[in-house]
């Protein structure tokens, strides 16, 4: 679902993309407290808006999906799928970093020399044309310290994304009715809008529910079945152009996933043994 849900995006490629932002971020909060009071939990609801701490992380967590949200949404419409791709390869490589800064994780020599050759392939296109992957960064980057800010979040998922909605929300509806221009959206569009909430809870759920009767190192591998396809649906389906640099670019980074998880399953065995 992550992987075709770039195509979803396209739908609205005539809307402002902080629009659809900000339809996103709405929608989704709805969608969640719809799905909150169905499965009743709201006792769940009220213990985290008392818990001051919890708001707090929480609060930090919305502001930083939604940079995400918007780097990717604005990254697709504008053509620019393959650095939505690539930025979804380099993710675990950036979280195991920023894992190492934040929380102490010491990484292995495995884990270093898989972030450098990442490192290498975002410098290639640096090289050849003066201009870094600044969306993939981006994406990336903002994706990796969202998962470190969840790490210390609680609360269960469909909970949690209501309240990091929630608390964005006001500034989404306030881009919505003060600042946007929405002359241009269709009928169509209009009927699709309120499917963003869906669209974008939906996954998060059901990764939620999987990740409890997965392994992590089953889990990373199949993570990267995301980039992979949207990779293929940014070269087959919208006929972006797929580069020597491209592919030098995205060999480095292929490479350091290949020690990433050639490095997760080795030390799997060895806590097995």
């Not at 380099?90 to 050759?117: D, N, T």
Request: hydrophobic letters at 55%.
């Amino acid at each position: 679902m992550w992987g075709l849900i770039a195509a979803y995006w396209s739908m609205f490629s005539t809307v402002d993309p902080m629009a659809v932002l900000a339809f996103r971020i709405a929608w989704s909060m709805v969608f969640c407290l719809i799905l909150i009071v169905a499965g009743k939990q709201t006792d769940t609801l009220k213990k985290v808006l008392c818990d001051k701490k919890q708001m707090l992380t929480l609060l930090a967590a919305g502001v930083v999906v939604s940079l995400n949200w918007g780097g990717y949404i604005t990254a697709v419409m504008t053509g620019r799928v393959l650095d939505a791709s690539l930025a979804y390869y380099m993710y675990p490589l950036f979280s195991i970093v920023l894992g190492s800064f934040v929380y102490g994780e010491k990484l292995r020599p495995l884990q270093w020399l898989a972030f450098v050759l990442a490192l290498i392939g975002v410098i290639v296109p640096m090289v050849a044309y003066g201009e870094l992957p600044l969306f993939a960064i981006f994406i990336g980057v903002s994706f990796a310290v969202y998962g470190a800010i969840k790490k210390k979040v609680t609360a269960p998922g469909i909970t949690s994304i209501f309240v990091e909605t929630m608390w964005v929300t006001p500034i989404a509806l306030a881009y919505l009715f003060l600042v946007s221009d929405l002359s241009n959206v269709t009928s169509f569009q209009w009927w699709m809008l309120p499917t963003t909430g869906i669209a974008t809870s939906v996954p998060l759920i059901l990764f939620s529910i999987g990740m409890k009767t997965t392994s992590l190192s089953l889990a990373g591998v199949l993570m990267y079945i995301n980039p992979t396809i949207q990779l293929l649906i940014g070269v087959f389906f919208y006929g972006e152009d797929f580069t020597k640099v491209h592919g030098i670019m995205f060999a480095f980074v292929w490479v350091g996933v290949a020690l990433f998880l050639t490095d997760t399953f080795r030390q799997k065995k060895k806590a097995v043994e």
